[in-house]
Nanobody, 121 residues
Framework: QVQLVESGGGSVQTGGSLTLSCTAS?????MGWFRQAPGEEREGVGT???????SYADSLKGRFTISRDNDKNTLYLRLNTLGPEDTAMYYC??????????????????WGQGTQVTVSS
């Protein structure tokens, strides 16, 4: 069993940036970020594998950057040029599979509690 804990959420003005963190209880090959706004379906943000290979949602690529520190078992999400449409609960997720490390490539059995990001105009 893997436990994930997100942090770094908060309020920011339009155009601002924020960095989210997710610390895992153990190393895991595939980690990713999802987000969900009230009344909306959960949306995949992107993933990163153990070797640093990333995959992003097309609509977010260029503004969001995923990275990880394997020594710290920590996943990061850098949110840039934020707008009100980015307001959501952001969730960290992980799975052991070395294949299909993308938000749509399979189920993620491990999830964090989420961290809220609120962007005001």
């Amino acid at each position: 069993q893997v436990q994930l804990v997100e942090s770094g959420g908060g309020s920011v003005q339009t155009g601002g940036s924020l960095t989210l963190s997710c610390t895992a209880s153990s190393d895991i090959y595939c980690m990713g970020w999802f987000r969900q706004a009230p009344g909306e379906e959960r949306e995949g943000v992107g993933t990163i594998n153990w070797n640093g290979g990333t995959s992003y949602a097309d609509s977010l690529k260029g503004r969001f950057t995923i990275s990880r520190d394997n020594d710290k078992n920590t996943l990061y999400l850098r949110l840039n040029t934020l707008g009100p449409e980015d307001t959501a609960m952001y969730y960290c997720a992980a799975r052991d599979s070395r294949l299909n490390c993308s938000t749509s490539g399979g189920e993620f059995p491990y999830w964090g509690q989420g961290t809220q990001v609120t962007v005001s105009s």
